[in-house]
């Protein structure tokens, strides 16, 4: 988008502009989704020592599997 002329051809731009967006939102989602399961490992790794955080990981579990059912095309 920093090509010179790029903005020239007003439509080709608009069109090329809203992909971007659209996939940097897709993006942004994949690495929150991959922070929540680097948080979950971290999580299963507490639950072996403690049992008391059991309940939350099934949440988070059940959360982070409804996002990545959300962002699967």
């Known amino acids: 988008m920093q090509a010179p002329g790029f903005w020239d051809d007003q439509e080709r731009a608009t069109k ?6 659209s996939v940097t939102r897709k993006l942004n989602g994949y690495r929150e989704l991959e922070s929540e399961l680097d948080d979950i490992e971290a999580l299963e790794e507490l639950a072996q020592e403690d049992e008391s955080i059991v309940g939350e990981l099934e949440e ?3 959360k982070f599997a409804s996002r990545l ?5």
């Open 69 to 73: 059912a959300d962002l699967e095309e």
């Open 16 to 21: 090329v502009s809203a992909e971007h967006a």
């Open 60 to 62: 988070q579990r059940d």
